[in-house]
């Protein structure tokens, strides 16, 4: 098939299922700076006693953590699940590929002198792999404790996130372990989303300089919505927890 066998359709699959991710990063990160505005408003660390779904009285970022837990996210997350796969599955397939075609390691070759030219360009795969090597971490501190026991009946259930982000985040070195994971998450996004972008036809003389830029206001966009929440989380934590 021809989105198989071409370098445009690998390439095609690649944008899409990295779509997916970013659409999910941008959710994610807004939901998770709810905690930072709870800060803001006197809400932050205020769960209701019960374990109903948007309960009154809850902080927003409770209320957004219970909408990750309504049923069409159950159905996303399969979806995302999939497409996360494929995205990295397929990664992996074209640099092998590349590899192969292009004599070694130490040959990298893209169709622009912009791409050639960044410094995220020529690393994506060795990105993807802290990315994906800290997502496992991650989950450990989240997802394990939260959807895990609710899809799955697995762990214990901890109904206050208020509680996750301080016992994650109030150790320096783990907060110092995230920011450097949300810096590579930045520089994947950085040319990610503009090749993303590019892939899709907005690569014309117009807009190749506009879709780059875009892309980096994103990536900062995303970055700081993860660093606020964790910063916040450690600030909470260590200096102003009853």
Request: glycine share 8%.
């Amino acid at each position: 098939m021809f989105i198989f066998n071409s370098s445009i359709g690998k390439k095609f699959i690649q944008a899409i299922s990295g779509a997916f991710l970013v659409l999910f990063l941008l959710l994610h990160g807004t939901i998770n700076f709810f905690s930072v505005i709870d800060s803001f408003t006197g809400k932050y660390g205020v769960v209701a006693a019960d374990e109903n779904l948007f309960s009154e009285g809850d902080g927003l970022f409770k209320l957004g953590c219970d909408f990750m837990s309504t049923s069409i996210i159950d159905i996303m997350v399969p979806i995302l699940a999939l497409g996360f796969l494929v995205h990295i599955l397929y990664g992996c397939w074209l640099t092998w590929q590349n590899i192969r075609a292009r004599g070694g390691v130490k040959r990298y070759e893209v169709s622009s002198k912009a791409a050639a030219d960044s410094w995220s360009a020529r690393n994506m795969f060795v990105l993807g792999i802290i990315i994906l090597g800290f997502i496992c971490v991650h989950l450990t501190h989240f997802w394990a404790k939260m959807q895990l026991p609710e899809m799955f009946g697995i762990g214990n259930y901890e109904n206050n996130p208020y509680l996750l982000l301080n016992a994650t985040f109030g150790n320096w070195w783990v907060l110092a372990l995230y920011l450097l994971w949300f810096v590579a998450i930045w520089f994947h996004l950085c040319h990610g989303f503009w090749s993303m972008l590019q892939t899709v036809g907005w690569n014309n003389q117009v807009w190749f300089k506009r879709v780059k830029v875009i892309g980096v206001i994103f990536a900062t966009i995303i970055f700081l919505l993860f660093a606020a929440t964790a910063v916040n989380a450690f600030v909470q934590a260590n200096f102003l927890a009853a």
